[in-house]
């Protein structure tokens, strides 16, 4: 299972921070992924870190959102600075227990938490 936190209303320029606390798996065997999806549109890969570490950003966020790991508390977190009114979304953390290749594709992701709101204003 995977619990997400930490959405919420902001303003444009502010920061949030994302937890996802996994149970059920270990961090340190899956890549985790955070995504993000608004109406009418596809949802999107923001971070991907795989079980080795390695992290891979999308353009769209890479110098402003920051994911880490708490391996010991199992939890994953998306520090979000300089937040922009696009970033407002459902925000969704993500595990691929098989460690495709494919880390950018929702497909490769076989259990999801229940997406947080996050919400950006001018």
């Known amino acids: 299972q995977l619990q997400a936190s930490g959405g919420g209303l902001v303003q444009a320029g502010g920061s949030l921070r994302l937890s996802c606390e996994v149970s059920?798996?270990?961090?340190?065997?899956?890549?985790v992924g955070w995504f993000r999806q608004t109406p009418g549109k596809e949802r999107e890969l923001l971070v991907g870190i795989r079980w080795s570490g390695s992290t891979y950003y999308a353009d769209s966020v890479r110098g402003r959102f920051t994911a880490s790991k708490d391996n010991a508390k199992n939890t994953v977190h998306l520090q979000m600075n300089s937040l922009k009114r696009e970033d407002t979304a459902v925000y969704y953390c993500a595990i691929d227990t098989s460690r495709s290749v494919a880390i950018t594709s929702a497909t490769s992701y076989d259990f999801w938490g229940q997406g947080t709101l996050v919400t950006v204003s001018s």
């Open positions: 059920g798996r270990t961090l340190r065997s899956v890549t």
